[in-house]
């Protein structure tokens, strides 16, 4: 099919489609389709009109970027879209957070003041360890219903909730409540 069948078909589906094709895009777009089968051409036209339609333009107008971003998008494989779904990051790039009591919130590690851990760390990093377990542990059993039930609770009112105590609390007791 020559240059000038395929930029008279590709004007006109854009203009039944209510949009206007400059010429430098049209040039792109009719260059694009001269290798494809003629059969096909109404395919992949369709296919670049609803990409450009769904750019959201702010004029009828399209421009050769409309087109280019159009074109790149059809002609994107099926495993090239399923990369962008899954992205595996080393282990020491994963962001480390901390739950701060006093904001009863999590948050980064170097926000916190405290370094990130390494492979070869001194001494003190494995207590530091052990106390973030427990304060892990400590937050999300005090956050449990069991523990904190809300006023649309499963408890019934006839029975009780437990209370929580921390264990500097229980050092100083003598009483078995």
């Known amino acids: 099919m020559s240059l000038a069948k395929i930029k008279n078909n590709v004007s006109m589906s854009f203009r039944l489609s209510g949009l206007n094709i ?12 001269s290798p494809v089968e003629p059969s096909e051409h109404n395919q992949w036209i369709e296919r670049i009109i609803d990409l450009i339609l769904k750019q959201g333009l702010t004029s009828p107008l399209v421009d050769l970027k409309h087109v280019e971003a159009a074109a ?23 962001p480390h957070y901390v739950y701060v009591p006093d904001r009863k919130k999590y948050i980064l590690s170097s926000a916190a003041g405290i370094a990130n851990p390494s492979i070869y760390s001194d001494a003190d990093t494995k207590g530091a360890m052990f ?9 999300r059993t005090a956050r449990h219903e069991l ?9 019934s009112t006839t029975e009780t909730s437990v209370k929580f105590k921390m264990i ?10």
Request: with cysteine.
């Open 72 to 94: 790149l998008e059809c002609g994107r494989t099926k495993t090239e879209e399923a990369d962008t779904f899954f992205n595996v990051i080393s282990a020491y790039d994963v």
């Open 147 to 155: 523990f904190s039930p809300s006023t649309g609770s499963i408890l």
């Open 22 to 33: 400059k010429g430098d895009a049209l040039n792109y777009l009719a260059d694009l389709l």
């Open 168 to 177: 500097p609390e229980w050092a100083g007791s003598t009483s078995q409540s």
């Open 131 to 139: 106390r973030e377990r427990y304060t892990k542990i400590q937050q």
